[in-house]
Structures are given as C-alpha cells and as structure tokens.
C-alpha cells in the first residue's frame, strides 16, 4: 500500500513541528508555505544576504528560532517543502494551491492545518492613513527588512506584542514616542492568575516594560484612542500623531510619524471554515474557533488544526500542539505512536492555555470601543465600509447578523475577506443591536482565501 | 518627497534600480517592493472607493493593501516580493482598456 499523504499548512512552529513529527514515522508530508523562506511570522527570516545575527533578530527567542530553523533544515531532504505556495481552497480531499500564478489541485489522506494569527485590530479615526501599521507589521520592517516603520513611532493597542515591538525599536535606534495601552493595572493585576503559569515569558514581559520606562519612553495604562492626525506637507499623506483619553478621560495628544498597532491576535480559520469543521464561540477571546479535541483533531475525520491558527497560545505552543497534532494524525492513520510522548506534549500545553487565559484577562480585546466608534470611522479598509454603514445595516436593514451585513453594505467583502475588520465588524453590529456578540456570528469564508493573480495558469479539477 | 521608513541596518548590500511610476528608485538587494516604494516615498496605492493613498497595513499577505502593479499590468503584493533590478512599477491600477 502506498504510504498516506500528509498535507501540513504552514511553515511556523506548528507546521515545523508538524512536519518533523510526520516524516519520523517514515512518511514524507508536503508542507505548503505561503512564505519564500520557514519560519513562521514569529521566525521569520531575514533574506540570505543580510547579515544580523539572530540574538539580534529574535532576542530572547533566539534560542527557539535557532533551533527550529535548524529542525527544518535537517528535515528538508525526508519533505516535500513548497515555499511560495498559497493555499487557497480545500475540496473533496483536495488542497488547492497556486504557485508562481499556476493553480494546482493536491490530494491528501489528511491535513495538518497550521496557518497562524494576524494581528487582532480596532479600527479608529485615521487608522488607513500611510504610516499605520500592525504590530506585527511593524516588526516584520524591522526583523525582516531591517527598518523602522517612522522615525518617531507611537506603539498602541493591547497585549504583550505591544511592548516587544516597542522595545525592539528602542534596541534599534528608533525611540518610541509612547505606548498606548487599552488595558488598565485592573485587568492586569486580575491576568497575574494565569500568567503566573510562565514565569519566565511573564518576567520578560516587565523586563521590556522597564527597560522602555529607564530610556524614558512613557508608558499608559486605560487608554482610549480617539483619532490617528494627519499631515500633509512631504508630498504625500501621512500620521501627524495620535489623539487619545488617558484613565481619567483627560484629551492627550502624541506626536509622531508612525503607528504600530494590535490588540492581540485572531486566528487564521479559513480553511477549517471552508472544510465546514465545527466552530465554537470562545468567551474569552471573543472569536469562534474550530472546535478540536485536546490533540487538535477537529470534527472533520482526518483534518487537524494546530498552532495559533486554532486559538492563540503563543510560540511555544504551537510546537508542542503542532507535534501533538502530527502524533494524533498518526494515530488515526494505523501508525502506533508512543503514549508517554502524547502525554508529555498534552503536559507541554497545559500552562499555555492558562496563560493564555491571563492574557486575554490581563490585556483585554478592547471590545467595549466599538460601540462607540464616530460613524464615519472606517472598519473595512478594502471597502471603506464605515461604523455608520454597518449600523445603518443593523437598523434600517435589520441584518440580524454579520453575513446579512455584508451582503447589505459590504462589511468584509474585500479583498482580506475580513481579516482586518470581521471581529470589530461584529463588535459593532452586537452593539447596535444591543445582542451578545456570538449572535453576530463570523463572516463565512469562500475561496480563494486569498486573492489569485488574474492570469492564471494550470489545470483546475 | 520624504519616505516613510527608516532604514536601521543592513546597508552593506548592493544597491539595484527599480522603476516607480516612471522615475528611478535606487534599492537594496534583499528589499521588498514594499520597503523600496515606502522609504522613497508615502504611499503604495489608492483606495479605490476614496481615491486616498495607501501604504499597506500588515506586512504578512493578509490584508492585501500593499497591492501595486507592473507596467503591464499584473498585481504585485508588494510586501511579500522581493524588488529585482529593473522591475517596473506603477502605483495606480493600469486601465483594462490600455492592455
């Protein structure tokens, strides 16, 4: 019998950890990277001819990075690796992907999804003008592109990116303006319970937060963003700085040439979605996830997600669940697979989901925002689709929930298929019609995932 | 006109001409699209529903707003490909009637 075909999705510490896994049971997975080079977003690479070393790309992940870089490496020759490779849809036991504008139909016996975060947004005034970026937009210019996203950035949102980020650019050079926090010294206090669980994450954490204080960066707590300034005096539109409410209500105004923002991370679903695997509303993050086992099987036979793409539990968690997922598939597939190493890994993960509970607890989603967003705010940033509009969907149009929005006013019609704007578009169709968000449900995905290239070539099934 | 990036380090590469609307771009092997285009100037493209610049958003091919174009016509995510010496780039989609 021919051996059964693993497709793993994603290049990150999940897929990595995946694909190793798979490959010493002696089978050959095909792992299919959106990216030119494995890593991930939090490993991402720097192209071949830059030279920095990785304690200065990864800093205290250093070691992680290395190691799983090197993990692949030596994996390459036992995979079948296909960097560059979108994809884009799943159908009858078939993933289809597009490389180098030719589309391609893959079978497979089972699949490892592992297809990461995005940066978790809240809109604001002025948050599609030039110079604005997510957090992990941020960090990519610098990690990958060696360059500041401004000369003078304001880091703003929620979250432990956010202070990474900020102090990533102080070890630089470049001098952040000030780190705007939604979450209060409340929550945080109130997330110690689970953060607890990772002394070590958590004391690096302070450690970046003190070494920005020392250099004098300022750092605020229970902020509220009112609007991102414009200028318009360089030849060209760009930040002025940001406005904002400190704890006590009081206008505060930042000047800067650059924003980093993030309220934490939303996962990448979509194929999942596509697969029509079961979803969960999960309270504390806010989002529906796919509904897996402890091991990352999901309610499709055969599909399994891992990593941050089915809930956020950071790097370290993504290996161990990309590993316990490869181990399940295994299991399913006839191979037999050793108890204790399921067991160890199942341990692995347990202080990863406490303290990713003590995030969300510590660094709330500031979802509360929304309904207070001016009308003319824009949500979809592919469309222009205001707060205004959706409420105007809300109301006069009476969709009761996100879909019916969308095919109303195009709320996550465009382009990222609600990547940027789905949670906070569900966050102001729930305020609006005074209903708890999980009525407001998820935009339901479609492929392509991702735009294909308009000439396309290749044969489609 | 004043670019929005900074460059930090890694200026030891070798500098590759691109072309943006026209006018020459000097870059660094290595640089995207994206990098090249925001530290020679402030914008990427226009939205198409305001007509206002955009300079991308997320840096890792989701958002999709760091789309610009070739001289004939095909879309580039810039964030995600790299600048090659002589590419030819035009930041404002090229009409269907001229292609």
Request: net charge positive; glycine share 10%.
């Amino acid at each position: 019998m021919d051996k059964p075909v693993v497709i793993v999705v994603g290049a990150g510490p999940a897929g990595t950890r995946a694909a190793q896994t798979l490959a010493q049971a002696g089978l050959r997975p095909i792992v299919l990277d959106e990216n030119r080079q494995q890593g991930g977003q939090i490993y991402r690479r720097q192209p071949e001819n830059f030279i920095r070393p990785a304690s200065k790309l990864y800093g205290a992940s250093a070691r992680a990075a290395t190691a799983l870089h090197k993990a692949f490496a030596d994996l390459l020759p036992r995979i079948d690796y296909r960097p560059e490779t979108l994809a884009w849809g799943v159908v009858d036991q078939q993933v289809l992907v597009e490389h180098n504008q030719r589309v391609d139909a893959i079978s497979y016996d089972a699949l490892i999804i592992a297809t990461g975060a995005t940066d978790r947004i809240m809109p604001c005034p002025g948050w599609t003008l030039p110079g604005v970026f997510t957090l992990g937009g941020a960090q990519i210019a610098l990690k990958a592109q060696a360059c500041a996203v401004g000369a003078a950035p304001v880091f703003m949102g929620t979250g432990p990116l956010l202070y990474l980020v900020a102090w990533q650019y102080l070890k630089a050079g470049i001098k952040p303006r000030a780190v705007l926090d939604t979450s209060t010294l409340k929550t945080r206090l109130k997330g110690l319970r689970g953060l607890r669980h990772r002394p070590a994450i958590l004391a690096q954490g302070v450690r970046y937060m003190a070494e920005l204080m020392r250099a004098g960066v300022a750092l605020h707590a229970g902020i509220q963003p009112v609007r991102i300034e414009e200028r318009d005096d360089e030849g060209g539109l760009r930040v002025r700085g940001v406005t904002w409410r400190n704890s006590r209500g009081q206008l505060r105004h930042t000047v800067g040439d650059a924003v980093g923002m993030g309220y934490g991370l939303r996962s990448e679903t979509q194929l999942a979605d596509l697969l029509k695997c079961d979803f969960a509303f999960d309270p504390i993050s806010r989002q529906w996830l796919p509904v897996t086992d402890v091991d990352g099987a999901t309610s499709q036979h055969g599909v399994y997600t891992a990593g941050d793409g089915a809930g956020i539990r950071g790097a370290d968690g993504a290996e161990s669940a990309g590993a316990l997922a490869a181990l399940r598939c295994l299991a399913d597939l006839g191979f037999s697979v050793s108890p204790q190493e399921v067991a160890r890994l199942r341990k692995a993960l347990e202080p990863m989901t406490a303290f990713r509970e003590g995030l969300e607890t510590g660094f709330p989603w500031p979802w509360r925002n929304a309904a207070s967003l001016p009308d003319e705010t824009v949500i979809c940033r592919c469309e222009n689709v205001t707060a205004g509009d959706i409420r105007r969907a809300a109301g006069s149009l009476d969709a009761p929930e996100l879909n019916r929005a969308k095919a109303f006013v195009r709320v996550g019609m465009g382009r990222c298929q609600g990547r940027m704007c789905g949670l906070a578009g569900a966050e102001v169709l729930a305020a609006a019609r005074k209903m708890p968000i999980e009525q407001a449900g998820r935009i339901r995905s479609a492929a392509p995932i991702k735009p294909l290239p308009a000439k396309i070539r290749g044969i489609m099934t | 006109m004043k670019g929005l990036f900074r460059r930090v380090s890694e200026t030891q590469r070798s500098p590759i001409t691109i072309t943006v609307n026209g006018q020459p771009v000097t870059a660094l092997e290595g640089d995207t699209i994206l990098t090249a285009l925001l530290l020679a100037g402030a914008q990427l493209r226009l939205n198409e529903f305001d007509q206002k610049p955009r300079a991308g958003f997320c840096l890792m091919g989701a958002c999709q707003d760091c789309r610009v174009w070739t001289e004939s016509g095909d879309e580039l995510r810039a964030c995600s490909t790299p600048a090659t010496p002589g590419l030819r780039i035009v930041t404002a989609e090229v009409p269907w009637t001229s292609q």
